[in-house]
């Protein structure tokens, strides 16, 4: 059974850091592209970054560009979203989804996500 578990979230004060963990069971990550989205309420879930499987190219959205990175544990099959300078607006949900592929590709399976909220 496929199975993705988010972990990290939580509260941060502006300009600090959080490390998002997406832990996979019933498959091998190492060749399987993960995103990471986020949705924010009333609004549609859009991608924040993914890594492919095959040379785990990664790939981010301009509004985190520079300050998230994306990273992937093949012993722990784990892939984790480090992500810097927060600001108030990365105030959301954070889903981890299976990837058909990073460019053009859909999500196939998803977590259960994990709350960001970024506040002083």
């Known amino acids: 059974q496929v199975q993705l578990v988010e972990s990290g979230g939580g509260l941060v004060q502006p300009g600090g850091s959080l490390t998002l963990s997406c832990a996979a069971s019933?498959?091998?990550?190492?060749?399987?592209?993960i995103a990471w989205f986020r949705q924010a309420p009333g609004k549609e879930r859009k991608g924040v970054s993914c890594?492919?499987?095959?040379?785990?190219?990664?790939y981010y959205s301009d509004s985190v560009k520079g300050r998230f990175t994306i990273s992937r544990d093949n012993a722990k099959n784990t892939v984790y979203l480090q992500m810097n300078r927060l600001t108030p607006e990365d105030t959301t949900v954070y889903y981890c989804?299976?990837?058909?592929?990073?460019?053009?590709?859909?999500?196939?399976?998803w977590g259960q996500g994990t709350q960001v909220t970024v506040s002083s």
């Open positions: 989804a299976t990837m058909t592929y990073c460019e053009g590709g859909e999500p196939v399976y």
């Open positions: 890594i492919s499987g095959s040379n785990s190219s990664t």
């Open positions: 019933g498959f091998t990550l190492e060749y399987v592209a």
